[in-house]
């Protein structure tokens, strides 16, 4: 019963630090195991030991993660989640913020540890010293783990959430522009450097440079409005917000996210076509 309560949290910890949803459940499943073997009297804090236990698979889970990627054909984007978070509304839009391509992106500068760090004090609001417990090392240097965190990261830690009304106008605009090859609704709400990020992983044909500015909105209305003519686009909530699921034949063989500025703009298409990151793109609850 504890763990089951947990496991939202665990999975959200672990999905954030290692952007995989398949790598997040190998933690999570590795952690329940070691739960079940745990001599839980002396267990002071089952929610402390959790995701400390947690947290370290997590941590190194990633390292050799980024060994691997050295080695990864084209671009990389982290495993999309298909996901809904469980909280109060505010605290939840927070914590589906942290979810965004942009926002795990963003935390590829971090070395696994100052990751973990700065999204257990940052993102899950817990103390310096219960961090640096789950880290095993003491509260000073935790401390400086956070603030060099932050340092590396700098303004790009800000996550910016345009209305519900603006994404669902961008969602139609994408959509009426892949299907009809018509790029005005489009355009009005693309940033003028606006990027699209595609990773194939080299299992499908797909992009290999990032494009920019107007480059993005011609691909999007002379090619994909061809290659992707006999898919469905749906709107399902990607990565904590809307996004959109590329399908054949009822298989998802795409996913898309999108990253905006403080006006509202889109600043990045993310698209993930590599079929081994989405053959776990199913619904499930993460805090």
């Known amino acids: 019963m504890v763990f089951a309560t947990m496991r939202p949290r665990l999975l959200g910890i672990a ?38 236990v947690c947290t370290r698979i997590s941590v190194d889970l990633l390292r050799a993660s980024y060994r691997r990627r050295v080695d990864y054909v084209g671009n990389w984007l982290p495993e999309p989640l298909h996901a809904v978070t469980e909280n109060e509304a505010e605290r939840q839009m927070d914590l589906a913020s942290s979810l965004s391509t942009a926002f795990l992106l963003m935390l590829e ?32 240097n935790c401390r400086k783990l956070v603030s060099r965190a932050k340092s590396r990261i700098g303004d790009d830690h800000r996550r910016y959430n345009p209305t519900v009304e603006r994404q669902e106008e961008l969602l139609a605009a994408f959509q009426t522009a892949v299907r009809t090859g018509h790029p ?23 992009l290999n440079e990032i494009l920019i500015g107007q480059d993005v909105l011609s691909f999007v209305t ?18 904590g917000s809307p996004g959109l699921i590329l399908l054949d034949a009822g298989k998802p063989v795409g996913a898309l996210t999108f990253a905006y500025n403080a006006d509202g703009e889109v ?21």
């Open 267 to 287: 600043t990045d298409i993310f698209v993930v076509r590599n079929p081994e990151k989405l053959s776990n793109l199913s619904l499930t609850k993460v805090h």
């Open 222 to 239: 002379d090619n994909l409005s061809q290659w992707w003519s006999s898919y469905e686009l749906a709107v399902e909530d990607i990565n």
């Open 15 to 52: 999905y954030r630090i290692l952007g995989s949803r398949a790598e997040a459940e190998d933690a999570v499943q590795d952690t329940y195991l070691r739960w079940r073997a745990a001599d839980k009297a002396n267990v002071a804090s089952p929610r402390a030991w959790l995701t400390t």
């Open 109 to 140: 500068r971090l070395s696994p540890r100052e990751r973990a760090a700065f999204l257990l004090y940052e993102i899950f609001e817990m103390s310096y010293a219960d961090v640096a417990a789950s880290l095993d090392m003491n509260e000073t």
């Open 184 to 206: 005005t609704p489009l355009a009005h709400l693309l940033a003028r450097d606006v990027r699209l990020t595609a990773d194939g992983g080299g299992k499908v044909v797909t």
